[in-house]
């Protein structure tokens, strides 16, 4: 339950945020556009779950103050690869390996982001993984700053 609920959180903050910029948005597109497509309303509505996605899961849950520890950053690239393939190694299932699931669904998690930022506005491969590349270094540097000074040291894990 502690893995999903930061994403049951991103779902009703990016629902409640929706309904409050409805009104702009509707604004917005008629002058713009002359209109509002259902498919570029769905794609607004993706884009604001995936930075309040971004922003919940790269901040809760939240300690308590005094209530966590500091952890150390990691700067080898490869690190991530070694803890993959060191728990293979033990025998233990490639589906249930915890490093693998760490990185794939990193991976995943920005892939809507680009996907969002190619579909809505035709950016090219480059610049959606380029944003994509600032979006994901923003997160570990929010982690690798305690939540931008909120907290004295990281209590996540920055990865390079």
């Known amino acids: 339950m502690e893995r ?3 994403g049951i959180v991103a779902i009703i903050i990016g629902g409640v945020a929706a309904l409050l910029l409805f009104v702009p948005f509707v604004f917005i597109s008629y002058r713009r556009r002359g209109g509002m497509t259902f498919w570029r309303t769905i794609g607004w509505l993706a884009l604001l779950i995936v930075a309040f996605s971004l922003i919940s899961y790269t901040s809760l849950p939240a300690p308590q103050i005094g209530d966590y520890t500091c952890t150390s950053p990691v700067f080898d690239p490869l690190t991530d690869i070694r803890a993959i393939i060191d728990e293979q190694a033990n025998g233990g299932s490639f589906l249930s ?5 760490v990185t794939l669904f990193n991976v995943l998690f920005f892939m809507p982001l680009g996907f969002l930022l190619r579909a809505m506005f035709g950016f090219g491969v480059a610049r959606a993984a ?3 590349f ?3 270094l923003t997160v570990e540097l929010t982690q690798l700053t305690g939540i931008w000074g909120l907290y004295p040291c990281s209590y996540r894990l ?3």
């Open 4 to 6: 999903i609920t930061p």
């Open 97 to 101: 390996n915890p490093a693998l699931q």
């Open 130 to 132: 380029m944003i994509g």
């Open 134 to 136: 600032a979006a994901s």
């Open 158 to 160: 920055f990865s390079v």
